[in-house]
């Protein structure tokens, strides 16, 4: 099992429709996957319809220690939830205030009960503060969606950074910070934004280059995404086809997935010679 948080320290950068939509493909490839909405704010929690509702969400799986109860499947297979049932913010005191509370998740998240999965998908809020750390101290991956504006480029190297660094000493209660990777997101085709890119890339604008890498991959500005959200579905199943040169949000999410995932690579060539054949 991998556990990935998406994580930055900003808002409105599109974690959640990162979340929803890698998420969402990686089920599709035959991959079982969980998503934990670790945002006060749910927006994750009603991205797809739910087939089968669970009675408690991430409260009970915090406070109480235990996966019964909790989550809950969506409508697309191989795809469940943990909700987010939070709205008043209570968990950030008792995660604050509990002794284990900044890696409690990351070790329930290793128990039989989460066995079964191969990815685990944590959404986290655009703001520093006990949850996140637990969302951060719980993945075995980081990703940080970035748009290629200046005050988003500069808030993840001020930051994302920073937070890592703080939080490097939760190795010692047995949670280490997993690698950082950075992918653009809502790139558009002006050439602010592609400096910025640039400056994201190169080596003197980011500090702690060894643990943070910004990917190859490129997630271009697109209303498709706002397009798969009304409407409840996948990106990559609204938008298989190319508009124009753009790559589709297929071969985008094929991209990202070959790029962090390179073990998918197989599984994905295999499908793609399915769908050719018109099985």
Do not use: C
Not at 49 to 55: D, G, H, I, K, S
Not at 143 to 155: Q, Y
Not at 196 to 201: P, Y
Not at 266 to 275: I, T, V
């Amino acid at each position: 099992m991998i556990a990935v948080t998406i994580a930055s320290t900003k808002g409105g950068v599109g974690k959640t429709t990162l979340t929803a939509n890698f998420a969402a493909f990686l089920a599709d490839l035959g991959q079982k996957v969980l998503m934990i909405d670790a945002d006060p704010q749910p927006t994750l929690s009603s991205y797809f319809p739910l087939r089968l509702t669970a009675e408690g969400g991430l409260v009970q799986l915090m406070l109480d220690a235990t996966a019964n109860g909790v989550i809950s499947q969506t409508e697309i297979e191989g795809l469940d939830l943990i909700y987010s049932n939070d709205p008043e913010g209570k968990l950030w005191d008792w995660i604050r205030d509990a002794v284990d509370g900044r890696v409690r998740l990351k070790h329930l998240l290793q128990r039989p009960a989460f066995a079964n999965y191969d990815f685990i998908f944590i959404d986290t809020q655009g703001a520093v503060g006990p949850l996140q750390d637990a969302a951060v101290a719980a993945a075995d991956l980081l990703l940080s969606p970035i748009p290629p504006e200046l005050l988003s480029a500069r808030e993840f190297v001020r930051g994302t950074v920073a937070m890592l660094d703080r939080l490097r000493p939760m190795a010692y209660l047995g949670a280490p910070i997993g690698p950082l990777r950075g992918v653009i997101y809502r790139k558009d085709r002006t050439t602010d934004a592609r400096r910025i890119v640039e400056e994201l890339r190169s080596e003197s604008y980011l500090p702690s280059k060894g643990s943070i890498t910004i990917l190859d991959t490129v997630i271009p500005a697109s209303v498709v995404y706002r397009e798969a959200a009304t409407f409840k579905t996948p990106v990559h199943r609204l938008q298989v086809k190319r508009r124009g040169n753009a790559p589709s949000a297929l071969e985008i999410l094929q991209a990202l997935t070959a790029e962090l995932f390179p073990h998918l690579r197989k599984p994905m060539a295999e499908r793609a010679a399915l769908r050719t054949e018109g099985i």
